[in-house]
């Protein structure tokens, strides 16, 4: 397993616990991120900590990664386990299997892509 990939998966854990902090560090100041539940994407660190209390308010989403390809250069595809909850009363809304793509500058995450699988 590379780096990178030791990494994701450690971010992947923080991220599940909403441990949004530690999830940013590893992040380009100037991060390019997907908005994937509202469209679009954001930009910047501030602009993906923003996206996300928005998105933990409407719904509860846990990703476990299941597989890594390391792509060219510093990118990572990984295929994860996506449940999404309803955050008040529980409700299973979906659960499904989709590809995250990273690309890394100087170990530090530039851009993820939800790539359709």
């Known amino acids: 397993m590379s780096s990178n ?3 994701l998966t450690e ?3 923080a991220f599940n616990r909403r441990d949004i902090d530690t999830v940013l560090e590893a992040m380009h100041p100037d991060v390019d991120w997907p908005n994937a539940w509202e469209g679009g994407r954001v930009r910047g660190r501030a ?3 923003a996206y996300w209390e928005r998105q933990f308010e409407q719904i509860s989403s846990q990703v ?3 597989a890594f390809d390391q792509g060219e250069g510093e990118e ?4 994860v ?3 999404v909850r309803d955050p008040h ?4 809304l979906s659960a499904s299997r989709v590809l995250h793509r990273y690309e890394f500058e100087d ?3 530039v851009r993820m892509d939800v790539v359709e699988s």
């Not at 990572?76 to 295929?79: A, L, S």
């Not at 009363?89 to 299973?92: A, I, K, Q, T």
């Open 5 to 7: 990939e030791e990494a």
């Open 64 to 66: 476990d990664p299941v």
């Open 47 to 49: 602009a993906v900590r």
């Open 11 to 13: 971010l992947y854990a």
């Open 107 to 109: 170990g530090l995450i």
């Open 89 to 92: 009363s529980g409700e299973l």
């Open 76 to 79: 990572v595809v990984v295929e």
């Open 81 to 83: 386990d996506q449940v």
